[in-house]
Each structure stands twice: as C-alpha cells, then as structure tokens.
C-alpha cells in the first residue's frame, strides 16, 4: 500500500462509518448526502471520488453489512450430510452474531428487507442467493432422496429462517430472555439446536417422501 492510499482511507472509512449510521437511522431516501459528509467531516466530492454517487456510496455501506456474509464450506468439511448441514449453520450464525460488525448494521439490513433499495438485486446475487444454493445442496443430501421442488424450498428456507431469527429478533431478547448475551459459545449452541431441529424435521420430511407408494 502506497503512502498516498493509506492517506486516502481514513477518509473512506470515515464516509463509510457516518453513512452507515445516518442510512440506518433515516433510510436511503431521506438521509442525504451533505449530512454524511458533515458527519464524516469531509467535503462532497469525496464521495464521488470514492463512490460516485449516493446509491454508489449506500452499496458499498451495505456490503459492508453483509461482508463475509458468503458461508463456504471448508476444504476439510466433515463427511456426513448431517455434519456438513450443522456446520453450515454454525457458520452462518456465527457471522450473524458473533462476527464484529458496526451497531447500525443490523438496523440497516432490516431497513433494507423491509424497503429493498436499487442495491438490493446485487447483494441478493452476490451473497444471498449462493449461500441458499450452498443450503439447499446440504438440505437435498441429508434427505437422501428424491424432494419435490416446493417441499425442498421449504426445508431450505425453513432452516434460512431459524438463523436469521436469532438476529431480526435481537433488539426484543432482553424482554423476554434476559439471560441471553450471544457470547460465542451460546450461539454454537444456538447453532448445534437448530442443526439438530432441522436435520430431524428433514429427515421425517424424506420418511414420509419414501412411505408413499
């Protein structure tokens, strides 16, 4: 890295960083572009020089929320279907959890769930779309067999849906589960529980596929 582009980056960082919290806090539309440059105390044409423009600037802020977001699958991923599912999930829900990420960007992801933006479209094909493919392959191999198309999406999403759960959900825990504090051991149990839950409802899913005559 030269000494110019460790100049520069501060100023990135701090663009980033006021976007983020001023898009969380007001959405896309209403935020604008001189109060994250105040924010960020920086002029305006830095955020055309890094970003182009304000959707340019909120794409990156929100794969910013998501980086990492992509679950692969180790080299050295366990041999069972059971395993490598449970593994996935451990995976996923560590980075929902667990992985450092700034406060707003739990907010934000919600905002954008809720009212998907132009940005939207290429996050879904970039992070989420592979990691339902990835989830789908390791659902299909703990089936064993043959799954319609719809009873298949419904395993794959279902299991999606567990995950995410724990992280839509987190602002209401204190209410109504004090005690839970998402340190890293209690999400891998969070995680082992809802391998545990899905792989059996998967397999009663594929028994009662196979009992049919």
């Not at 919290?21 to 105390?41: L, N």
């Not at 567990?162 to 890293?184: G, H, M």
Request: aromatic residues 8%; neutral net charge.
């Amino acid at each position: 890295m030269t000494s110019d582009s460790r100049a520069q980056r501060p100023s990135r960082d701090s663009i980033l960083a006021a976007a983020g919290e001023i898009f969380a806090e007001r959405g896309y539309e209403a935020a604008t572009i001189k109060e994250i440059t105040d924010h960020a105390g920086v002029n305006v044409a830095s955020v055309n020089y890094y970003f182009r423009d304000k959707l340019g600037l909120y794409t990156e802020v929100l794969r910013l929320c998501v980086c990492n977001g992509r679950v692969v699958m180790p080299g050295d991923a366990p041999d069972s279907p059971e395993a490598r599912l449970a593994a996935y999930i451990a995976s996923f829900m560590k980075y929902l959890l667990v992985a450092g990420k700034p406060s707003w960007s739990g907010r934000l992801v919600i905002r954008e769930l809720a009212a998907p933006t132009q940005a939207f479209s290429g996050i879904v094909e970039e992070i989420i779309k592979p990691n339902l493919q990835l989830l789908r392959g390791l659902v299909a191999d703990v089936a064993g067999c043959a799954l319609e198309e719809e009873s298949l999406s419904m395993l794959t999403h279902g299991v999606h849906a567990q995950c995410v759960y724990w992280k839509t959900s987190r602002a209401i825990f204190p209410y109504l589960w004090p005690a839970l504090n998402f340190d890293e051991a209690q999400v891998g149990r969070i995680a082992a529980q809802i391998a545990n839950f899905s792989i059996a409802g998967i397999r009663a899913t594929a028994a009662a596929v196979s009992d049919k005559p």
